[in-house]
């Protein structure tokens, strides 16, 4: 279980992150929804290491998290422009798991057929539609197998037959029992996703709802519910 506790944030003077708790299972999907700004991508950098913390605990299965454990599947996806498709599933596994090239090579082949992108391997990513990126990214981070997964904004250059795609692809990730958080304010996904949704603003979380209770009882969850439908019950920032 990952578990997270009074975390908070800074930059300068300006609060990021407020005092933010909650717990994540193993095979549960966690989504950090809310408005841009509001602090989800921040959590998610914390969570990979990409960012430091103030104050607050992160803890995996009884232990401070440590960022090996960590795999990141990012918005614009990262994708190195001058290597082929199959040499960047092969390269972080060479270089920071210590795999040989062979081994790698398996790896990436394994995980290339299971998304269907075998045809591309040897391909560049300036050569792949946005839908076949965004699979290639899902695709080198589980390479590494991590035991939490975190997704930021997975289907921002998606349209809606591949967020159906990505969502089930993460449903997918939970039934294999690993952890996984998606930031995003896609309501379509969320509709995809069965999960524990977190509605964020101005750094703090300001409502729960599992993805079931929504559908049942929307009216319980009174800002979720505002939020997924495009309403407006906050104009401001955040
Ligand atoms: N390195 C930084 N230095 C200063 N401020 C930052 C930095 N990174 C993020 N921020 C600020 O922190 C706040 C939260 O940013 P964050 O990227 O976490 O938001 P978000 O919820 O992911 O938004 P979006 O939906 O647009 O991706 C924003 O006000 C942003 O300007
Ligand atoms: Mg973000």
Redesign the pocket.
């Given at each position: 279980m990952l578990s997270i506790k009074n975390l908070s944030k800074h930059?300068?003077e300006?609060t990021?992150l407020d005092d933010v708790s909650f717990d994540v299972q193993a095979g549960e999907v966690v989504v950090l929804l809310?408005?841009?700004?509001?602090?989800?991508?921040?959590?998610l950098r914390i969570l990979t290491g990409l960012e430091t913390k103030d104050s607050g605990s992160i803890i995996f299965d009884g232990q401070p998290l440590v960022t090996q454990k960590v795999g990141m599947v990012f918005?614009d996806f990262n994708l190195f422009p001058h290597l082929t498709i199959e040499q960047n599933i092969m390269l972080p596994l060479q270089k920071v798991a210590g795999k040989t090239e062979q081994e790698a090579q398996n790896i990436a082949d394994q995980l290339l057929a299971k998304y269907e992108l075998s045809a591309q391997a040897q391909l560049y990513p300036h050569g792949l539609s946005g839908g076949q990126k965004q699979r290639v990214a899902f695709a080198r981070t589980l390479a590494m197998q991590p035991q939490l997964i975190c997704c930021d904004?997975p289907t921002s250059a998606l349209d809606p037959l591949l967020t159906s795609k990505i969502g089930q692809e993460i449903n997918d990730l939970a039934l294999q029992g690993l952890t996984v958080i998606v930031?995003t304010?896609d309501t379509e996904l969320i509709k995809q996703i069965k999960s524990t949704i977190y509605l964020?603003k101005s750094g703090k979380i300001i409502e729960k709802a599992t993805s079931q209770g929504l559908i049942d009882n929307p009216d319980q969850f009174p800002f979720i519910k505002n939020f997924t439908q495009g309403g407006t019950f906050d104009t401001t920032n955040n």
């Open positions: 930059y300068h300006k990021i809310g408005k841009s700004g509001v602090g989800k991508s921040t959590i918005q904004e930031a304010h964020m």
